[in-house]
């Protein structure tokens, strides 16, 4: 079944609005999607499903938060997914800096199983965009929002100061968002 974005709004909606089927849909959609990318931060599959548990409850409990003009449902439900992630990982303190296999395609390990042309497109452009961005900074950007690193800990990796860190990853990020936002 295809992830569209229009749907996922029209279930967010729906789901603001107390709507328990919607939600139920909105699961369905989405789940294996979230728990691949919380799986890839806290690693621990069992730990991951208690993860995606809190998620899901935080996107009933603020649906009527989410703003179709900030950016699609998605995008903000996996922002949900990720912060929760790396604050259980943190809590937990099992971060282990581990090291960035050069040959591993990150984005097709957060690829969802129902994923279709659309999200093929979108991947092919962020994998484009990155491409832009010279190494080490796109190394400290997939660490930072995929595996979720610190800047202390990318400071720590690089053997750089946290403020070049922090430039970085702004300067990167901007970079990224003009090149998505290219027609």
């Given at each position: ?9 029209v279930?967010?909606?729906?789901v ?13 959609r989405t789940?294996?999607?979230?728990l691949?990318?919380i ?5 621990d599959?069992?730990l991951a499903?208690e993860?995606l548990q809190e998620v899901?409850?935080?996107i009933?409990e603020?649906?009527a ?10 995008t903000?439900?996996?922002?949900i997914?990720?912060h929760?992630?790396?604050d259980?990982l943190?809590q ?6 581990a090291?960035?296999?050069?040959g591993?395609d990150w ?5 969802g199983?129902g994923d279709?042309e ?14 832009r ?5 796109r190394s ?7 595996d979720?690193y610190?800047?202390?800990e990318?400071?720590t ?7 070049t860190?922090?430039?970085w990853l702004?300067r ?11 027609p």
């Amino acid at each position: 079944m295809l992830i569209e974005r229009e749907d996922l709004s029209v279930l967010m909606a729906a789901v603001a609005e107390g709507d328990r089927l919607a939600f139920k849909h909105l699961y369905d959609r989405t789940s294996a999607r979230l728990l691949g990318i919380i799986r890839r931060i806290v690693r621990d599959r069992a730990l991951a499903e208690e993860v995606l548990q809190e998620v899901y409850l935080r996107i009933w409990e603020r649906a009527a938060t989410y703003r179709t003009e900030v950016g699609s449902a998605l995008t903000w439900m996996i922002s949900i997914a990720r912060h929760r992630a790396i604050d259980v990982l943190r809590q937990h303190k099992e971060i282990v800096l581990a090291p960035m296999d050069d040959g591993e395609d990150w984005l097709e390990r957060v690829a969802g199983p129902g994923d279709g042309e659309a999200d093929l497109e979108d991947r092919d452009q962020l994998r484009r965009c990155l491409e832009r961005l010279e190494e080490p900074q796109r190394s400290c950007i997939l660490l930072a929002y995929c595996d979720g690193y610190s800047r202390d800990e990318l400071a720590t990796r690089y053997d750089t100061p946290v403020n070049t860190i922090k430039t970085w990853l702004h300067r990167s990020l901007a970079v990224l968002r003009t090149c998505l936002e290219a027609p």
